[in-house]
């Protein structure tokens, strides 16, 4: 029954998640504003994808602590 409700939840996610781009509204239009300069250089390309990338780091490391703390209860129990 656990993996079922897991399994639910985990496909109600994946159904209602939506593009990112996680940045305040001020940041947001500095960027769109200062993508290309007069030069053709971009500034600013990618910085969603950098602030993804930072953000999602907590989520991993919470993930390994979880999936050890889960290893180490079912090694637990089976001995």
């Keep these: 029954m656990k993996k079922f409700i897991f399994a639910l939840i985990a496909a109600v996610m994946l159904v209602f998640a939506s593009p990112a781009d996680a940045q305040c509204p001020m940041c ?6 200062n993508q290309t300069n007069r030069r053709g250089a971009t500034v600013g390309n990618g910085i969603n994808k950098g602030i993804l990338f930072l953000l999602a780091t907590p989520y991993l490391l919470a993930g390994a602590a979880g999936f050890a703390w889960y290893n180490y209860r079912r090694n637990r129990r089976d001995a």
């Design 28 to 33: 947001k239009t500095a960027l769109k504003s």
